[in-house]
């Protein structure tokens, strides 16, 4: 293809007309070919012809195409016949291992931009990529991978009901740029990643298992089984054997009632754990411009998971909660207490104290969870993009530390004055909540102390690019800023 064509728009609108689409089908439309009849060729004609282009599609045996399978407007040719028909945009809607089929459309194809949809069949493979083969196949057209992370389902049903983003990479700019256009036109996010040779990654990511959410759900995990051992220990175990009490029916719904409150609360403290230590990293390097430890750019990166997992723990301590009056043996034992208070001739059971305490827990408990959950809805990127970046900074940063204090002004009202008495400590283990205490109470302090004057001032100065000297000598420094490493992504936390 010469340059002249390429300087040639595929699109005859252009972005500023986007919004009023041509009609569809049109004689004189862009042709777009698709090679393959089958789910994905379907739903991308539908897609590209509402986007208000001629579609065209290559079938081996266009004739066994069951009618009405594509809508009208939609022409049903032989595979080379579509391809010359097309204006440049070919998509190649078969699997890979068909590929090799489509070498007697070699010379029809050269100069055009075959773009591969296709996935990878599964993770690590070894070898080129199913858009490299494409490419070795077809040395004379220019393979461009995209759209194979946007399912069929999500192509019919509209960019605003599925995923927006569309990962794009390819060797030739022009015929990426084309490609870019197209998803742009089509209602969706492109996104350019570069040359070809990221074409693993983009057939890959659609096999991804939640990639980012390994650490985080171990941790939490590893959190959980800690506090649940804890409290079968210290209120099952230890019970049965010491004194042959069977406490056994607390295991479904009670120990996991406690354990759950300490998991969401630590788990939340280890949401700005990490950036205070960024923080002091920063204090005592005298710069940003050094790289963080590989862990806690990983941990860095895993807050939104940590935050959405203690929000799903303390959700799950709210309901927890709620059924306990529901139980048999929340009625058993209050109509053993019942029984004692008749029996001891007690007529007003109200106590001051433990009803202030009551209240005082649960309402910290519900407003801490209020917060919560508005964290969690604003980690929503559509609800995320709609704030600026103070905005976000404000609900994910400011009312963050407000949920963490609620939870633990929450876990201290329920605690009381209790890790007071030496009762509180059987078989020398001290309550579980002053065990979850401690890291959430160590990130508070830590943030109160980045509060103080002395430490903020310098904090902002260093974020701003302000280098210490005593960490970056005059000599040196003018050597270091040139072969600095790029500024951290979580700098600003
Ligand atoms: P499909 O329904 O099985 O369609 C594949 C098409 O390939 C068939 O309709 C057929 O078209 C052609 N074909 C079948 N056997 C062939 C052979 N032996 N030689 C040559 N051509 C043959 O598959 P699909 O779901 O549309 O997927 C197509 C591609 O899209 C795959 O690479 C897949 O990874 C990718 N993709 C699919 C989705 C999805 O949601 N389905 C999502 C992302 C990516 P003709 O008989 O008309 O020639």
Redesign the pocket.
Known sequence: MSQGDMNTPLLAASDSDISEPPPIGCPGDPVIAI?????????LAIRLLASGFRVV??????K??AKGLFPDGVELWS?SEAVASSDRLVF???????YH??VGLRDVLAGKVLVD???AISLNNAGPS?AERLAELFPQSRVVKG???????A?QTGAQDGSRQVLICGDSSDSKAMVLQLARRMGFNPMDLGGLAASKDIEEA?LQLFPSWGGPIVATLLLFFFFYGYNFLKGVLMPYLAHGQNNFYKLPLETVNEALPSVALVTLALVYLPGLLAAILQLGRGTKYKRFPNWLDLWLCGRKQLGLLSFLCAGLHAVYSMCLTLRKAAGFRLLNAAFRQVKAGVENSWEEKPVLRSDLYLSCGILGFGILTLLAITSIPSVGNALNWREFTFVQSGLGYGALTFSIMHTLFFGWDFAFFPWSYPYYLPPAYLLALIVPCVVLVGRLLLVLPCLAFRLAKIRRGWESSLHCPPKTCQTETANRHPPQNFSDV
Request: proline share 8%; no cysteine; hydrophobic share 35%.
């Open positions: 090679l393959g009849s089958g789910d994905y060729s379907r739903s599609v290559g079938s081996r045996n266009p066994r195409i595979q190649a809607a078969l699997y890979p291992e068909h089929s489509l949809v296709s996935n199913n759209f194979n992370v946007i399912s069929a389902w192509l659609p």
